[in-house]
């Protein structure tokens, strides 16, 4: 298995653009998660979906941000507008059964800047 | 107050050094513990879990979980290079889906 996919590695775009991060989780895994990393704040869970459904959005920081997973093989993560203070290293998880025992599988990120 | 305390460090140490990182934590419900590994520009990788309180061994690496004072640790004895990573401790409830991370302590193992 690939492990988790996302893409693009890194994004660099102006304040006020939209933003659409890609996920492709591990296949059999029916647990998907978005995080945010940066210095100040570590990884901040943003949102995750059990069987393509959304189960917690609390972590979505604001009404800007929005994900969805259409289906089992891939996720999106929106930023509309952006702005400079979402610059952070964005991860998609994938798991089974919720992480507890397997733990989650991290893709290698994301890298967003906007400027 | 945050759910998981973790130092950020830098932890620098000397090649063959025994490294111990440890997590607070407050909320007495949390029973599974993780250790995770995060290399530069990359995710974190899943080192080790224990179950509740204990010990657990893993070539040099020990896990180890006091519930009574909320505190977990991970040992790394005869430290590599290789070792040189931020380590996250991570917690979760039992049946609970949703992680909680500490923020990472950053280790160098010197040649």
């Known amino acids: 298995d690939a492990g988790v996919i996302q893409s693009p590695r890194h994004e660099v775009t102006e304040m006020g653009q939209e933003v659409t991060l890609r996920c492709k989780p591990i296949s059999g895994h029916d647990y998907l998660f978005w995080y945010r990393q940066t210095m100040m704040r570590g990884l901040e869970l943003l949102i995750y979906?059990?069987?393509?459904?959304?189960?917690?959005d609390s972590g979505m920081p604001e009404d800007r941000f929005s994900a969805k997973m259409p289906n089992a093989s891939f996720s999106t993560l929106k930023i509309q507008p952006s702005e400079p203070r979402d610059s952070a290293v964005y991860f998609c998880a994938s798991s089974l059964s919720g992480g507890a025992i397997n733990g989650y599988t991290f893709g290698s990120g994301t890298r967003l800047t906007v400027v | 107050q945050k759910e998981v305390e973790q130092d950020p460090g830098p932890l620098s140490v000397p090649e063959g050094a025994i490294v111990s990182l440890n997590c607070t934590y407050s909320n007495s419900a949390f029973q599974y513990f993780m250790w995770y590994r995060q290399y530069s520009r990359k995710g974190p990788e899943l080192l080790m879990y224990?179950?509740?309180?204990g010990n657990k061994e893993d070539g040099r690496f020990t896990a180890q979980v006091d519930k009574s004072s909320k505190y977990i640790s991970l040992f790394i004895r005869d430290s590599q290079p290789s070792d040189s990573a931020t380590y996250l401790c991570a917690m979760t409830f039992t049946g609970g889906f949703k992680t909680i991370f500490g923020a990472g302590t950053r280790l160098f193992v010197k040649a």
């Open positions: 224990t179950y509740s309180s």
């Open positions: 979906f059990n069987n393509n459904v959304p189960i917690d």
